[in-house]
C-alpha cells in the first residue's frame, strides 16, 4: 500500500501520520484485529455447526474436528451461493470419508501379509 495515497489531503495532518505516534498504531492495530474478528463472524455464522450437522450426519468432537480441518475461507463465503456453501460441504465430506477410510486401513493389520 503507497503511504501517499492514504493521507489526508490538509498537508498539516499528512506531516502528522509519517511522524510514529503510538496512539495511532495502537488504533491501526485494534482496526486491524476488529475486521478479522468480524471475518472470523461471519465465516461462523454462514458455515455453521447446525448446517454442516444436517448435511454430514456429523456430531460431538467429529463434527468440530471436520469443521476446523475442511473450514472455507471469508473469501469463498463472501462471493459463495448458499448452493456453493452446500456443494463444498458436499465435497469436503467425501474427502473427509476418504481419508478416515485410508487411516483405519493403514491402522488395521493385514492378516493375509501373515500366512
Avoid: C
Amino acid at each position: 500500500m503507497d503511504v501517499l495515497k492514504t493521507l489526508p489531503s490538509n498537508p498539516i495532518t499528512a506531516l502528522s501520520y509519517m511522524i510514529p505516534n503510538k496512539d495511532r498504531k495502537r488504533k491501526v492495530a485494534f482496526r486491524e484485529q476488529l475486521q478479522y474478528w468480524e471475518k472470523e463472524k461471519y465465516v461462523d455464522h454462514r458455515y455453521s455447526p447446525e448446517l454442516v450437522n444436517r448435511m454430514t450426519k456429523l456430531d460431538g468432537a467429529e463434527l468440530d474436528s471436520f469443521m476446523l480441518r475442511y473450514r472455507p475461507s471469508y473469501q469463498f463465503l463472501e462471493e459463495s451461493t448458499e448452493y456453493d456453501l452446500l456443494l463444498f460441504i458436499k465435497q469436503s465430506f467425501e474427502r473427509y470419508q476418504q481419508e478416515k477410510g485410508v487411516k483405519k486401513k493403514e491402522e488395521t493389520p493385514d492378516t493375509t501379509a501373515s500366512k
